[in-house]
């Protein structure tokens, strides 16, 4: 029996976890044309290691993801194929990151559960070589906490800078457990660790502002942008974060409803910050993807570490508080664990990725990207150009689209050689804004008298109009 324990425990190690998770990340890995957001952020990487020769350029995006991206382009490696490697690693940082947060900040049983159940997240799997900014912005957000830990302000607020410029959200589980962690020390040394992370966090930002300054004309216009963005994407928040949760519950994994008994921690420990800061920065995350309403998880991505850091210390408390007096409790508990993990392993088996297919116009832009250069190119999606160094000249999707900026597209309309148009990327920004579906409908009608449909496809009782239109 001790053999057989010595031996779990000899395997029950982070090395060999991490070793079983990269191959399994390997095992599942798949090829595929980027989705939307992928799209951009490859095309933005372009757009700024080229001046703006190629690509495109989505003020409401963060920057440094895209410039990882532009900085493997440039180099002249395979820009999707080192995006997606990276992304990968990244995702087994996280893993590893979240073991050391937990040991931390609970202990090594805690750490190397939460760890596991990461390991072999659905969320993480399905989202973990996609090319979307959410992993590299989770792995710096946790590096930042884990900095923190070790007594690392300065730099702990400069990883937290570049995290925050990877995806804006991560500001949010940040300010709670940096702000948490900081007032644990004694007043002198919490002033100087805010302060050391305060000032490593603005110093950091600057070189990001002033890429903004010289793209946009304002230092901070992505947040002005990403503000205007936002409410066409909003739902209503209960009915927003039921999804999410039930979603989370039903398809990611049920033992993240053990989480909330860390509140507990209220009570029972009022002096014990750390447990509960990582709750409500996981937490608040959520309440952020609520007001999104997303059927997808890909936006708890920045949520689910700190949720798994604590429903693994909140199963540890129930095994220790339990086990002396009902064995029988202890190993239901190890079996409902171990059922966990297994139902996440069978969701990951059967996951089906999307195929190796391109689109339609996709592929008629790499047949034509002879004729097509130079020529000023309007789009209605990021996907069409993302296999090509193509610039594109116009950009029909912003999610602000309004009758105003409709009025715009069609003053220019003359300007355009080739416009590659699905109607369903123009959605209106309040989608019942009658005035903006005439206008919409009129931009439409327009494109078809004064271009050659190359190939077109229309259907008038949806409202959908998908086609190639050159210059006559």
Request: proline residues 6%; glycine residues 6%.
């Amino acid at each position: 029996m001790d053999f057989r324990l010595k031996s779990l425990q000899r395997l029950a190690t982070i090395q060999n976890l991490l070793a079983a998770a990269l191959l399994l990340k390997f095992t599942r890995y798949t090829v595929y044309p980027p989705f939307w957001d992928a799209s951009s952020y490859l095309l933005m990487g372009k757009y700024l290691f080229s001046g703006g020769s190629a690509g495109l350029i989505e003020p409401f995006r963060p920057i440094v993801w895209p410039l990882t991206l532009g900085f493997f382009w440039k180099s002249g490696v395979d820009q999707i194929l080192a995006g997606r490697l990276l992304e990968i690693f990244l995702g087994v940082g996280n893993i590893a990151l979240v073991y050391a947060i937990g040991v931390r900040a609970f202990d090594r049983t805690v750490g190397l559960l939460a760890a596991a159940l990461l390991a072999l997240s659905p969320t993480f799997f399905i989202w973990g070589n996609s090319l979307y900014a959410d992993i590299p912005a989770s792995f710096l957000g946790l590096l930042c906490v884990y900095l923190f830990l070790k007594d690392r302000p300065f730099l702990s607020g400069a990883v937290g800078a570049v995290a925050f410029f990877t995806k804006f959200p991560q500001i949010l589980p940040l300010a709670i457990v940096v702000g948490a962690l900081s007032f644990q020390t004694k007043p002198f040394r919490f002033s100087m660790a805010l302060w050391r992370f305060s000032a490593a966090f603005i110093l950091a930002s600057l070189p990001f502002l002033i890429l903004h300054q010289t793209l946009y004309g304002h230092p901070f216009y992505p947040f002005i942008d990403g503000l205007k963005s936002y409410p066409r994407f909003l739902t209503a928040w209960p009915e927003g974060m039921l999804k999410c949760v039930a979603k989370l519950l039903g398809e990611e994994c049920w033992l993240l409803g053990l989480a909330l008994l860390e509140f507990k921690r209220f009570a029972a420990a009022p002096r014990c910050r750390k447990n509960i800061a990582i709750l409500l920065a996981g937490m608040l995350s959520l309440v952020w993807v609520g007001k999104f309403g997303s059927d997808h998880h890909r936006l708890t991505v920045t949520a689910l570490p700190y949720l798994y850091l604590s429903c693994s210390a909140a199963l540890a408390d129930l095994r220790r508080g339990w086990w002396p007096q009902r064995r029988a409790f202890a190993g239901a508990l190890l079996a409902i664990t171990f059922a966990a993990i297994g139902s996440q392993t069978l969701t990951i088996a059967s996951m089906r990725f999307p195929e190796n297919e391109l689109m339609p116009f996709q592929r008629y832009i790499l047949q034509h990207a002879p004729v097509l250069h130079g020529k000023n190119i309007w789009v209605s999606g990021p996907k069409y150009l993302v296999f090509t160094d193509l610039p594109a000249g116009e950009l029909m999707y912003d999610p602000t689209v309004n009758t105003q900026e409709i009025a715009a597209l069609r003053r220019k309309l003359s300007q355009a050689d080739y416009i590659f148009l699905d109607s369903r990327d123009l959605p209106c920004n309040p989608p019942a804004d009658e005035l903006c579906r005439q206008a919409r409908r009129q931009l439409i009608t327009e494109i078809e008298r004064d271009f050659i449909g190359e190939f077109y496809a229309e259907n008038p009782e949806l409202g959908i109009t998908v086609g190639v239109f050159r210059k006559k």
